[in-house]
Nanobody, 123 residues
C-alpha cells in the first residue's frame, strides 16, 4: 500500500509557473513508477507525465512537452511536476499516481492515486 498526497496547486496567470509536489508514504517509494494525470471539467482524465523508479526515464504528453518537467527525489519520497509557461488549457485537477507494475501512460497502469490538487490558469 502507498499513500500519495499532492500539493502546490493554485490560481495563476497565463505564462506563470507552478511546481506540484507529491509526497508518498508506505511501501518503498523507489519501487514505484510515478505519474501525473489531470482532469479538466467535462473531460476525461489524461496523462501528463511519468518517471521511472530510478528517475532515469521520463515521459510526457505532447501537450506539455517543453513546458512541464517531472522529477523525483527518492530520498524524500517525493515526485515533482514543474510547470512553466502555463496556459488556460492547463486548468485541471492534477493527480499523482504510483505504479508497482510496468507501463507509464495509461490510468490502468497505476495502483494508487492521490486526491488531486486544483490548478487554475487565468488568461
Amino acid at each position: 500500500q502507498v499513500h500519495v498526497v499532492e500539493s502546490g496547486g493554485g490560481l495563476v496567470q497565463a505564462g506563470d509557473s507552478l511546481r506540484l509536489s507529491c509526497a508518498a508514504s508506505g511501501r518503498t517509494f523507489s519501487s514505484f513508477n510515478m505519474g501525473w494525470f489531470r482532469q479538466a471539467p467535462g473531460k476525461e482524465r489524461e496523462f501528463v507525465a511519468a518517471i521511472s523508479r530510478s528517475g532515469s526515464s521520463t515521459f510526457s504528453a505532447n501537450s506539455v512537452k517543453g513546458r512541464f518537467t517531472i522529477s523525483r527525489d527518492n530520498a524524500k519520497n517525493t515526485v515533482y511536476l514543474q510547470m512553466n509557461s502555463l496556459k488556460p488549457d492547463d486548468t485541471a485537477v492534477y493527480y499523482c499516481a504510483a505504479s508497482g507494475r510496468g507501463g507509464y501512460i495509461l490510468s490502468s497502469d497505476y495502483d494508487y492515486w492521490g486526491q488531486g490538487t486544483q490548478v487554475t490558469v487565468s488568461s
